[in-house]
T-cell receptor
Framework: TQLLEQSPQFLSIQEGENLTVYCNSS?????LQWYRQEPGEGPVLLVT?????EVKKLKRLTFQFGDARKDSSLHITAAQPGDTGLYLCAGASYKLSFGAGTTVTVRA | NAGVTQTPKFQVLKTGQSMTLQCAQDMNHNSMYWYRQDPGMGLRLIYYSASEGTTDKGEVPNGYNVSRLNKREFSLRLESAAPSQTSVYFC????????????FGPGTRLTVT
């Protein structure tokens, strides 16, 4: 059983559409991170959110940490083919626990 | 500045064979980690080393051993490979101060037949 549940597992959209990926848990985390992983490579850190209710923006990506620090979302506006990849959330308590990931495919 | 490097990139073993996966980081990080990644299961921690000279078990340590050779290098050894160990293995490092951000290597794809 995953400590962090990500949904959906797969997402395929057309270029220019918006998408949201969710990361939920019953546990409280001191911080939550989002990583993106491309085929054949290791995960790369996108952002860390620390404060409950925090919203961070990274160009077309918006990350939100839930008020109770148990959940998070990643929203991509006007998705581009370069956004294609596996998106992983990871919660930090005394260690880092990863969700299973959401595979995002953006079709040109 | 290469970050985290791993060798080899690909490996095929027969059941019962042994091998060592190598990992090195040049960021002067204190903590290093070994994960395995399997479809639908995310990244699972095998072993970690919080600092030079220490190692601890993660979620799935059975069948593996590790050595923190020095601050830069952390190796993972499979003593008697089994098909269940077919996976992609990632090494990661963290500074050990501040947040939990980890930096990953490119991975080793291991197949055990």
């Amino acid at each position: 059983t995953q400590l962090l549940e990500q949904s959906p597992q797969f997402l395929s959209i057309q270029e220019g559409e918006n998408l949201t990926v969710y990361c939920n848990s019953s546990s409280v985390f001191s911080s939550l991170q989002w990583y993106r992983q491309e085929p054949g490579e290791g995960p790369v850190l996108l952002v860390t959110v620390v404060t409950g209710g925090e919203v961070k923006k990274l160009k077309r990506l918006t990350f939100q940490f839930g008020d109770a620090r148990k959940d998070s979302s990643l929203h991509i506006t006007a998705a581009q083919p370069g956004d294609t990849g596996l998106y992983l959330c990871a919660g930090a308590s005394y260690k880092l626990s990863f969700g299973a990931g959401t595979t995002v495919t953006v079709r040109a | 500045n290469a970050g985290v490097t791993q060798t080899p990139k690909f490996q095929v073993l027969k059941t019962g064979q042994s091998m060592t996966l190598q990992c090195a980081q040049d960021m002067n990080h204190n903590s290093m980690y070994w994960y395995r990644q399997d479809p639908g299961m995310g990244l699972r921690l095998i072993y970690y080393s919080a600092s030079e000279g220490t190692t601890d078990k993660g979620e799935v340590p059975n069948g593996y051993n590790v050595s923190r050779l020095n601050k830069r290098e952390f190796s993972l050894r499979l003593e008697s490979a089994a098909p269940s160990q077919t996976s992609v293995y990632f090494c990661a490092s963290r500074s050990g101060t501040g947040g939990y951000e980890q930096y990953f290597g490119p991975g080793t794809r291991l197949t055990v037949t």
